[in-house]
């Protein structure tokens, strides 16, 4: 059976996430603000979770319409095929949000919605009362200028979460943030990756598992894997397609540093967990002590900054340090991710080329540096 699905994403990562599944084989791919569309079968929905890096989530679309009051929610969303993916015995919890509608409480669609569920439940499965003590489908609802979309939640936890960073130091950086940095750096499997403020290790350990090949999910599992209309076989056909994928010879290594002892340690712990502890040093060092110990050296970081950790003070005479140390060079390039729209200032160097993403809820600019 052939699905449309979206893989909500942060912003300024649309485009990244289309060619991704566009080279996974997806069919009708098209992007909009903080989502894309796509449309494919049972194997490219286990695909998409298992190998997408910079994606959220991968939703199914069960339908869409347009809702200017309750009862058009309620009985548009009823007359969806909610028995055709929800069991008698299954979990069914509602989440959504809703912008620039007429429906602008949140709390009360979710309660029509649920409601809607669970009488057209009712009509298939002749119940009164469901238990919801077995399979999870989590339905997730987005009202944008009175359309309506709803969708099942096919991955569970949100994809960013991969599995190897249990704990994390005070301002992690979102794993498919940090994918996405390095996408956009163009790092290669033959690099030499840095990283002066590595925190919890996670812009070098996403580069390892990018340059490895090594799919993001691959040590994980996804809610649609005990859904009863997904063959198993879909699953285990895309993850041993993800191993076979595995690129073991890249002659790829990467430095991390930080001040912070802990966070030093917490990047080895992570590294090892994520299976590239071997391409991973990581060291106790000041910024002002960084030096680029290869000719050939891709730079990625997220230093710190005053609405996070520091004041701003504090801040800018970092900018000015690694302004005064990443020197630009044959085969070097740095990328860099602030809030701070005085960075180039304080960097004394204008970037050849900007980037804006998102940290969470912090509006930024992906500095990137790289001609000679």
């Known amino acids: 059976m052939k699905y449309t699905m979206a893989a909500p994403c942060l912003f300024g990562l649309?485009?990244?996430?289309?060619?991704?599944?566009?080279?996974?084989g997806a069919e009708n791919v098209r992007a909009e603000?903080?989502?894309?569309?796509?449309?494919?079968?049972e194997n490219i929905l286990?695909?998409?979770?298992?190998?997408?890096?910079?994606?959220?989530?991968?939703?199914?679309?069960?339908?869409?319409?347009?809702?200017?009051?309750?009862?058009?929610?309620?009985?548009?969303?009823?007359?969806?095929?909610?028995?055709?993916?929800?069991?008698?015995?299954?979990?069914?919890?509602?989440?959504?949000?809703?912008?620039?509608?007429?429906?602008?409480?949140?709390?009360?669609?979710?309660?029509?919605?649920?409601?809607?569920?669970?009488?057209?439940l009712k009509t298939r499965w002749s119940v009164e009362i469901?238990?919801?003590?077995?399979?999870?489908?989590?339905?997730?609802?987005?009202?944008?200028?009175?359309?309506?979309?709803?969708?099942?939640?096919?991955?569970?936890?949100?994809?960013?979460?991969?599995?190897?960073?249990?704990?994390?130091?005070?301002?992690?950086?979102?794993?498919?943030?940090?994918?996405?940095?390095?996408?956009?750096?163009?790092?290669?499997?033959y690099h030499t990756l840095y990283d002066p403020f590595c925190g919890s290790g996670t812009i070098v350990i996403e580069g390892a598992l990018m340059a490895k090949n090594i799919a993001p999910g691959i040590g994980r599992n996804f809610a649609a894997q005990g859904w009863n209309f997904i063959a198993n076989s879909a699953w285990t056909d895309e993850f041993e397609r993800a191993k076979s994928l595995e690129i073991n010879s890249a002659d790829f290594y990467a430095f991390a540093s930080d001040i912070d002892k802990k966070a030093v340690e917490?990047?080895?712990?992570?590294?090892?967990?994520?299976?590239?502890?071997?391409?991973?040093?990581?060291?106790?060092?000041?910024?002002?002590?960084?030096?680029?110990?290869?000719?050939?050296?891709?730079?990625?970081?997220?230093?710190?900054?005053?609405?996070?950790?520091?004041?701003?003070?504090?801040?800018?005479?970092?900018y000015k340090t690694m302004g005064a140390l990443f020197k630009p060079g044959r085969g070097r390039s740095y990328g860099i991710i602030s809030p701070d729209e005085e960075f180039e200032k304080f960097f004394a160097r204008r970037a050849d080329k900007r980037r804006k993403l998102y940290n969470g809820m912090i509006k930024c600019q992906y500095y990137m540096y790289f001609k000679n």
């Open 266 to 318: 917490l990047t080895a712990h992570n590294a090892a967990l994520a299976g590239v502890g071997a391409q991973i040093s990581a060291v106790v060092r000041k910024i002002d002590d960084f030096e680029l110990e290869s000719d050939s050296a891709t730079l990625i970081t997220n230093p710190p900054y005053g609405e996070r950790m520091l004041d701003f003070k504090e801040v800018h005479e970092i």
């Open 14 to 24: 649309e485009s990244l996430v289309r060619q991704e599944l566009c080279d996974m």
């Open 46 to 120: 286990a695909r998409a979770n298992i190998c997408s890096r910079f994606a959220e989530r991968i939703f199914i679309l069960i339908g869409e319409f347009d809702a200017f009051s309750f009862d058009e929610l309620f009985e548009n969303t009823k007359a969806l095929p909610w028995s055709d993916y929800i069991g008698r015995n299954d979990a069914f919890p509602v989440r959504g949000y809703s912008i620039d509608s007429k429906l602008h409480s949140v709390p009360d669609c979710q309660k029509i919605i649920k409601k809607a569920v669970v009488e057209s």
């Open 130 to 189: 469901f238990s919801e003590t077995e399979d999870m489908y989590k339905i997730r609802f987005s009202i944008i200028k009175n359309r309506v979309l709803m969708f099942l939640d096919s991955s569970g936890d949100a994809l960013h979460k991969r599995g190897y960073r249990k704990i994390s130091n005070a301002a992690p950086i979102k794993e498919t943030l940090a994918a996405a940095m390095c996408a956009l750096s163009r790092l290669k499997p």
């Open 33 to 41: 603000n903080g989502r894309v569309f796509f449309d494919g079968g």
